[in-house]
């Protein structure tokens, strides 16, 4: 069975870029979590998904960042205008049913630095 | 809100050595405790749960257990092996804001020479 899978693995921007990071989730997974995790500290939560809704975004600074699952699979994060900042491994992660029992499954990630 | 600190930042040690990595906790409900590993490269993998029903986990060598009275839980191996370095990360279920998701400690980076 295939793991999550995370596009592009790194990415090296200027400050005021774009970038989007896709994440394809483990199939029958309806539960989707984007996190960030900057060097050298434990995963945080930016955003999760049940289906195609969103359960929480509440730490998702959303003046610039910004997150879809329009069919209830893949993912899209994107962030406008990065800043420094912004510089850690963002990771995607998918479980079936979203209860403190359910385990979650990480991708690998894409490492963004912001110079 | 819950939350929990990892304050071993580094941990060294040589083959056949114990280990033990300690977290402690804080939170207003019965706690679920996870224990994640993560190697190079790759994003965190479950290594053990521990919940108040079971209070203690076993995996792969690895035992994990929790001390409701210190407000602590612990990851131990009897015999480290090289193959076992890595970053360890505990997490806690945070009940109490509603969000039942994960929070993370800061990770323990385990270094195991051969």
């Known amino acids: 069975e295939a793991g999550v899978t995370q596009s592009p693995r790194y990415a090296v921007l200027q400050e005021g870029q774009a970038v989007s990071f896709w994440c394809d989730p483990i199939?029958?997974?309806?539960?989707l979590y984007w996190y960030q995790q900057p060097r050298d500290q434990g995963p945080q939560l930016l955003v999760y998904f049940r289906d195609e809704a969103v359960i929480d975004n509440s730490q998702l600074p959303s003046d610039r960042f910004s997150a879809v699952r329009p069919k209830g699979t893949n993912s899209t994060l994107k962030i406008q205008s990065a800043k420094q900042g912004d510089t850690a491994t963002y990771l995607c992660?998918?479980?079936?049913?979203?209860?403190?029992?359910?385990?979650?499954?990480f991708g690998p990630g894409t490492r963004l630095t912001v110079l | 809100g819950d939350s929990v600190t990892q304050k071993q930042g580094q941990v060294t040690l040589s083959e056949d050595d114990f280990l033990f990595i300690n977290c402690t906790y804080s939170?207003?409900?019965?706690?679920?405790l996870f224990w994640y590993v993560q190697y190079p490269g790759q994003g965190p993998q479950l290594l053990l749960k521990?919940?108040?029903?079971?209070n203690k986990g076993i995996s792969r060598g690895f035992e994990a257990t929790y001390d409701k009275g210190t407000t602590s839980f612990h990851l131990q191996k009897a015999s480290v092996q090289e193959s076992d370095s890595a970053v360890y990360f505990c997490a806690l279920v945070d009940a109490s804001s509603g969000s039942w998701q994960l929070i993370f400690g800061s990770g323990t980076q385990l270094t195991v020479m051969p």
């Open positions: 992660a998918s479980s079936l049913g979203g209860a403190n029992y359910a385990e979650q499954f």
């Open positions: 199939s029958g997974h309806d539960t």
């Open positions: 521990v919940t108040t029903a079971n």
């Open positions: 939170t207003t409900t019965y706690p679920t």
